[in-house]
């Protein structure tokens, strides 16, 4: 969306639910899908008497992100406590950090030629940014507790509790980003680090990773900000894209026909494609902040720094670019097989399983057939069957057996299909052993097919005449005469070459009659 007048103004405050397995400070479970108000304690529900107590692999987290966006590191935070009243928070309070971020002043990148989304993480020192990149700043990334969950219906509404105490990052944005389609690359990125990282499994559907966007317009060229409003209940990236696009078009009208834009909340009402008011917002709200007397500092120290980035993953954007050097896959395939962590490692399994079979060899070709089955057998199933690439019957060991054998030539493109197939029923059994008892074995011995090309061509001498005679596309026809009389799978490629000789042998043997 492009608007010749206007500039948008946009920042997003993007809340990632971690992955830890109890809650930020009290024991109790985190895990999605318990029946409402099962997963909740004295501590999470405020009950007098009781004291939080951190959870130290929150503090592992927060600092993994941070330095996965290069940003500065506090070395010394405090929690505070934001006020407000509301039923999905039974204290009156949620535990938050104000003026003392733990991450800070960092970035996160986005590729904006992308097709795909696939961008960077901020690894690349400046001097390395491609140009069709952009940085897109960050302004603070802090450790707050969540709330419950507010079902509301038309008799009445309904809280489930079981959230409350859940940890969160929440990651806000510089008002960096100037189109819809930036911020959802941005976002789509963000999600992708997070889950590269290991500390959120990023499922919008869920509410793992929740987004609410500001936006405003400015006539282009203006350097003040225009009034800028809030949108909520963005539960997924295209829904961020949509909203966005929805609320700049009623910004231009509106200030196009004279009237100034309200500062407001916004809900995004998905179904009718169109925001409705959630609340004003005249000023910002008074949450009365002030350090939580429950709590002790939070003090990082260098060690902490460097054993966390000692042990950070390889991010996307390294993965990709070894995959391209290393293998020489198309940038296509390497930003396919990395955008997802457990598909990138599934797919170096299988090419380290099948290069002990192969002891050598053209490495960059086996490469880029182990990613051509990746990216349509492997991503297609795990797709269709909504299953994650670890589930899949097919493991990496197993795959590399079937790559194995269309390297050797012993199965064609749709044997080695069809034996994928069966894999997935069949958990046990090898490739191999699977081609051979369903006769997909590929027979590319010439003596084993001559005598059948040659019992073809003496069943068909008046196609062979007509072929002689410049009807060279009946090759097809004997090809696929030949393939339905042999017992077995021949070569199609030795098939070919064959009938070929034996054609132009008779071709031979005409013109010295």
């Keep these: 969306m492009v608007h010749d007048k206007y500039e948008p103004v946009i920042g997003l405050e993007v809340h990632v639910q971690l992955d830890t397995a109890s809650k930020v400070f009290s024991p109790d479970s985190t895990a999605f ?47 505070a406590r934001k006020h407000y009243f509301y039923p999905d928070l039974p204290k009156g309070y949620q535990i938050s950090q104000y003026d003392t971020p733990i991450c800070y002043d960092g970035f996160v990148e986005i590729d904006l030629e ?17 140009a069709s990149t952009k940085r897109i700043g960050l302004t603070r990334i802090h450790i707050e507790e969540d709330a419950g969950k507010s079902t509301h219906a038309e008799t009445g509404s309904l809280v489930d509790y079981n959230r409350c105490g859940v940890p969160l990052l929440e990651v806000v944005s510089e008002p960096d980003l100037r189109s819809p389609r930036e911020a959802y690359l941005y976002l789509k990125n963000l999600r992708k680090l997070v889950r ?17 966007a500001n936006v405003s317009v400015r006539p ?153 089955f ?52 069949d958990h046990e059994s090898s490739a191999g052993k699977l081609a051979d008892e369903n006769d997909l074995i590929q027979v590319s011995d010439r003596s084993d097919i001559e005598p059948v090309v040659e019992s073809i061509l003496q069943e068909n001498g008046g196609k062979v005449d007509a072929y002689l005679g410049g009807k060279e596309g009946l090759l097809g026809f004997f090809i696929g005469q030949v393939m339905r009389s042999f017992d077995g799978s021949p070569n199609p490629e030795v098939v070919r070459d064959v009938l070929q000789e034996k054609l132009e042998a008779r071709r031979s043997d005409d013109s010295t009659a």
């Design 33 to 79: 899908g318990a029946r409402p108000n099962t997963q909740v304690d004295p501590i999470s529900l405020g009950h007098p008497g009781t004291l939080p107590v951190l959870n130290e692999k929150v503090i592992q987290y927060v600092l993994r992100l941070g330095l996965a966006t290069r940003c500065k590191v506090s070395r010394r935070s405090v929690f």
């Design 374 to 425: 990746v990216m349509t057998d492997v991503l297609r199933v795990t797709n269709e069957d909504n299953i994650s690439v670890q589930e899949l019957a097919v493991t990496p060991r197993r795959l590399a057996q079937l790559v194995y054998l269309r390297i050797e030539d012993k199965i064609s493109s749709s044997g080695a299909q069809d034996i994928f197939e069966m894999m997935q029923d």
């Design 220 to 372: 282009c060229g203006q350097n003040r900000f225009g009034t800028r409003t809030e949108l909520k209940n963005l539960n997924s990236m295209r829904h961020v894209e949509q909203a966005l696009e929805y609320e700049i078009t009623r910004q231009i009208a509106s200030v196009e026909a004279g009237t100034p834009v309200e500062q407001c909340t916004l809900l995004w009402d998905a179904d009718a494609g169109e925001t409705r008011t959630m609340r004003s917002k005249e000023d910002a709200q008074d949450y009365r902040y002030f350090p939580d007397p429950d709590l002790v500092a939070i003090n990082i120290s260098d060690e902490d720094i460097r054993s966390v980035r000692e042990n950070l993953p390889e991010m996307p954007d390294q993965r990709r670019e070894r995959f391209m050097s290393d293998f020489g896959l198309p940038a296509y395939d390497a930003g396919v097989l990395t955008e997802e962590r457990e598909v990138a490692e599934y797919f170096e399994d299988t090419l380290r399983a099948l290069f002990k079979r192969t002891k050598g060899g053209d490495t960059r070709t086996q490469a880029k057939l182990v990613s051509n």
């Design 196 to 212: 590269y990282l290991g500390i959120s499994d990023g499922n919008m559907e869920e509410g793992s990773l929740r987004c609410d």
């Design 114 to 130: 992308s097709d795909d989304g696939a961008a960077s993480n901020g690894a690349l020192d400046a001097a390395e940014s491609p």
